[in-house]
């Protein structure tokens, strides 16, 4: 998913958590991000007695509806539901208290995430927390932003434009997408920056009944989780922020921090195809050779799927599929290998299935609103790029960089430049005074939230404390590194942040 400044969406990967949720989503986290409101710092869990009403809802788990103004300006006006789950800890003995847990996004379901995922996370931390997520405002079943029943229009223009008339088509496929929004969900656009969400977490701390708030944020949940803490920093309790971005940075330098992680994620898949007997790509050639060849091939003559009679895949669908695996990093390269072995042979249908859990395509054409949720929090937070000649001489420079990925990963969030509702001022660097120690995870060769951001995080917070694993995938809790997995949950269970310098 491309990111608010940037390109992507920072969640885990979108095709990863969809695929555990629905039985897949991208998650890129921009960095950078920007957004302001009219309320005063500390305020929101001021509204009168949040509460949350449990059902049972299947599976262990407990489901809740936390009510929250739209406009922050308006607290007794038009209220917004946002949808809450619980599992409860496993060791009544054991428990300690709440955990809030954010996938990342923007637009992802935090509700679909928990239940897929509670049972992975380590077991000394199901022990001791009950495991909490929710739908931010706009997202899921938290009054999800709608703009149009399918995005096959706009997925079949080409992101990489090669002349000005493709150029003009995909600025118009997404002018019809913004109208679109406008027209189904024009009176919610202006009312779902993450900021706006920063205080709806501190009116579900609250309703949870927590004097502090402990959170586990991914990727762009790491920006939520870092203004959270600037807003209400004697509220903070345990806060792990993995795989975070920069807020910092502006839009062109975190579209093209972006574009170069997930190129140098791309090399090193093609440095070990070449290099290792047992990738099949090989067989084309050299493999950055035989892919620039695949990719530009799918413009003119896409390649039939043949699960789905019909359909094909071009280079926009290609693109995407590509960098779902790669924010998966090593752990993705075989399946990598095989979706690009079968579109030579002339099967997409691997490639294409990657491409729909992208999308949020189903198998009827229509989209999840996953997407539309996040251009319009992404696009409401900014940094603004600019209008659609800014993007296209942004993509220029990007592409100077990062010449396979980087076209795609501006065009992403071409959106941006022609959305009905502007973007908020600038947060800049986050220092979140008074806080005590908020824990920094760095993934360091992390393609979708390179490295350099999480240092930059850790500086910024005036209690940040940094903690680098060594790895190339997005995001390092609970992806089976065990020595991360433990000095994350010895923080979580203890407060005591690890040695300043440890590496994982």
């Not at 496993?90 to 208290?97: H, K, L, S, T």
């Not at 695949?294 to 071009?314: C, K, M, N, T």
Request: charge should be negative; include cysteine; glycine fraction near 10%.
């Amino acid at each position: 998913m491309p990111g608010p400044h940037g390109p992507f969406s920072c969640a885990r990967s979108r095709a990863l958590i969809r695929a555990l949720a629905i039985a897949v989503a991208v998650v890129v986290a921009g960095a950078g991000l920007r957004s302001v409101l009219a309320v005063a710092p500390a305020t929101a869990a001021s509204s009168p007695n949040p509460t949350l009403a449990w059902r049972s809802c299947g599976g262990g788990f407990r489901c809740a509806t936390l009510r929250v103004p739209l406009d922050e300006a308006r607290p007794d006006g038009k209220q917004l539901g946002i949808a809450v789950i619980r599992r409860p800890a496993r060791d009544a003995a054991d428990r300690i208290g709440t955990l809030v847990v954010n996938p990342g996004g923007p637009g992802v379901s935090g509700v679909d995430f928990l239940r897929a995922q509670a049972d992975s996370f380590p077991a000394a931390m199901q022990d001791a927390f009950d495991l909490v997520a929710f739908d931010p405002r706009g997202v899921g079943g938290s009054g999800p932003v709608d703009c149009v029943d399918s995005l096959d229009p706009l997925f079949a223009q080409q992101f990489s434009p090669t002349s000005p008339e493709r150029r003009d088509a995909l600025v118009d496929a997404y002018r019809d997408v913004a109208a679109g929004c406008a027209a189904r969900s024009g009176g919610l656009l202006a009312h779902v920056s993450t900021l706006e969400t920063a205080h709806d977490l501190d009116r579900l701390r609250a309703a949870l009944g927590e004097d502090h708030l402990d959170y586990l944020g991914y990727s762009y949940g790491t920006y939520l989780g870092a203004l959270y803490a600037r807003e209400f920093p004697d509220r903070v309790g345990r806060i792990v922020l993995d795989g975070p971005v920069d807020p910092s940075l502006d839009g062109a330098a975190g579209t093209l921090s972006q574009a170069r992680g997930f190129e140098r994620g791309l090399d090193a898949f093609f440095t070990w195809c070449a290099g290792d007997e047992s990738c099949m790509f090989r067989e084309y050639g050299a493999p950055a050779a035989a892919y620039d060849a695949l990719r530009a091939r799918l413009v003119a003559d896409p390649v039939p799927a043949e699960d789905q009679p019909g359909r094909s895949l071009g280079q926009t669908r290609f693109d995407a599929a590509v960098l779902q695996l790669l924010y998966g990093g090593r752990s993705q390269w075989r399946p990598l290998d095989r979706g690009l072995t079968a579109t030579e042979d002339g099967n997409s249908s691997p490639l294409l299935e990657l491409a729909d859990a992208y999308e949020g395509r189903d198998d009827s054409g229509r989209d999840d609103g996953a997407l539309e949720s996040f251009w319009a929090i992404a696009c409401r937070d900014g940094p603004a790029i600019g209008d659609v000649a800014a993007a296209a001489a942004l993509e220029a420079e990007v592409a100077r960089v990062a010449p396979r990925l980087g076209p795609f990963i501006v065009n992403n969030s071409l959106a941006c430049s022609v959305w009905p509702q502007p973007a908020l001022p600038p947060t800049g660097p986050i220092a979140a005074a008074g806080t005590p120690p908020i824990l920094v995870v760095g993934t360091t060769r992390d393609p979708a939230t390179p490295y350099s951001q999480a240092r930059a995080l850790a500086r910024q917070l005036e209690a940040g404390v940094l903690l680098t694993v060594a790895g190339r995938g997005h995001t390092s809790f609970g992806t089976g590194n065990e020595c991360a997995d433990r000095v994350v949950v010895r923080f979580l269970r203890t407060g005591e942040p690890p040695p300043a310098g440890t590496r994982c």
